[in-house]
């Protein structure tokens, strides 16, 4: 990749948005035993990927968002009534980083694939997403502080070491908010976590989520995503993921508002697979626009900070290409729903502990890459 080396210094800036939920706030949440499962639907047919990953098929107007009493009245919305337009008129890149795969999974028309992990059959749906209150967090790679609509970018897939023994995560991944004043605040992200304690083993995996304050709620939990796509299923498993010093992959990931219906989409590959979205109903903040984004690595969760797993590649940002986990690509989307390269001004590199994780931010525009960033480090992993 380009670099320029007049933006290429990592800085600390002021971060606010996933101290939320950090350590200072202690909230222990008492867990309600409600009747509402998630796995009553009907399952129309149960599909098994790799031997190992099971997704259940469920009638798209049974799915877990449903039972959500706040979405009574909600009319599902099977299609993005419009999709963020792109103004560039570049040729496709000739070194175009290929693409780490999900398996397409093919549940019946009119169902959607749900996979079974550790949480969705052993809790509520009432109960599952708040086990996030005494979480640690630590982030690196850039943020943006300006009006916001939605984004898009190319996300650099890896599997970082996270003890199998914790409950913690790490992400690499895109994420838009609305930040109220300092602690409060409403968000989406999708990406690439590796998150044992979830899915079960260490493998990157497809996931979205829903930011509610203190709650982090991954895929379908807190009946938070409505999903329409048959063939994408949340929870998947990336193949192949790159290796250091070795091939690259990247996923194709957008987040935007619907303009019509003000829910917020997620679409996957370069396809752009509208794969769901989050209803308007269930934000406080996030009615119309966001005023803050974050692209690069977060790690989540009880030892998150201090006994940390690793972030991106497991290298620091330094190492650069091949080597450090990136973000790029990096596209934002105005108020017309057009795609512009965040402003500069707006941006700023975030690193909550150097001695663990780094950010470097390069190319304002010109670099083959866009606006993109090098992110991650060894945790506690050294
Ligand atoms: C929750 O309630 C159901 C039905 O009332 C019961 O079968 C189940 O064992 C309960 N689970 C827990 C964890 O208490
Ligand atoms: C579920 O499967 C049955 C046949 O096994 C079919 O008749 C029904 O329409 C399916 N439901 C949905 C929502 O696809
Ligand atoms: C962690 O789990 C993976 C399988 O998911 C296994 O290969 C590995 O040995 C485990 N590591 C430890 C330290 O238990
Ligand atoms: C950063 O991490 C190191 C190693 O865990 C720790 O000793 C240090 O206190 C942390 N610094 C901050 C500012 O949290």
């Given at each position: 990749m380009k670099e320029n080396p007049s933006i290429s210094v990592t800085i600390l800036l002021a971060y606010f948005i996933l101290t939320i939920g950090g350590k200072e706030v202690k909230c222990i949440t008492q867990e309600k035993n409600t009747s509402a499962i998630p796995l009553n639907q009907k399952v129309n047919k149960t599909i098994l990927v790799d031997g190992r990953d099971v997704y259940d098929c469920i009638d798209v107007n049974l799915?877990?968002?449903?039972?959500?009493p706040l979405l009574k009245d909600h009319k599902i919305q099977m299609e993005p009534s419009s999709f963020p337009l792109s103004t560039s008129t570049k040729?496709?890149?000739?070194?175009a980083i290929p693409q780490a795969q999900l398996a397409l999974i093919e549940c019946p028309t009119g169902t959607i694939p749900i996979l079974r992990n550790k949480r969705r059959v052993h809790m509520r749906v009432e109960t599952i997403?708040?086990?996030?209150?005494?979480d640690e967090h630590e982030v690196a790679g850039i943020e943006y502080f300006d009006v916001i609509y939605g984004t898009q970018a190319k996300i650099n897939v890896y599997n970082p070491m996270v003890k199998n023994n914790s409950k913690d995560l790490s992400a690499s991944w895109i994420q838009i908010s609305k930040v109220q004043k300092v602690g409060v605040a409403d968000g989406i992200g999708a990406g690439s976590w590796v998150y044992p304690s979830y899915s079960g083993n260490n493998f990157a995996r497809f996931h979205v989520a829903w930011l509610d304050g203190l709650k982090t709620c991954p895929d379908h939990d807190c009946g938070a995503f409505v999903q329409v796509s048959s063939s994408v299923g949340l929870g998947g498993r990336f193949k192949p993921v790159s290796v250091y010093n070795g091939p690259q992959y990247v996923i194709d990931v957008v987040i935007f508002k619907d303009p019509k219906t003000k829910n917020w989409w997620v679409a996957y590959g370069p396809q752009n697979i509208h794969i769901g979205y989050w209803p308007r109903e269930n934000f406080h903040f996030m009615k119309d626009q966001c005023n803050y984004a974050l692209w690069g690595g977060y790690v989540q969760g009880p030892?998150?900070?201090?006994?940390s797993p690793q972030m991106?590649?497991?290298?620091?940002?330094?190492?650069?290409?091949?080597k450090a986990a990136f973000v790029s690509n990096i596209q934002i989307v105005d108020n017309e729903g057009k795609y512009v390269s965040p402003n500069d001004k707006q941006i700023g590199l975030v690193a909550t502990n150097l001695s663990k994780y780094t950010a470097k931010a390069h190319g304002y525009?010109?670099?083959?890459?866009?606006?993109h960033t090098y992110y991650g480090g060894p945790g506690g992993f050294v």
């Open positions: 799915q877990p968002a449903f039972s959500h040729s496709p890149l000739m070194d997403g708040k086990v996030i209150s005494q030892t998150a900070s201090s006994h991106g590649s497991g290298h620091f940002a330094s190492e650069g290409f091949g525009g010109y670099s083959h890459y866009g606006v």
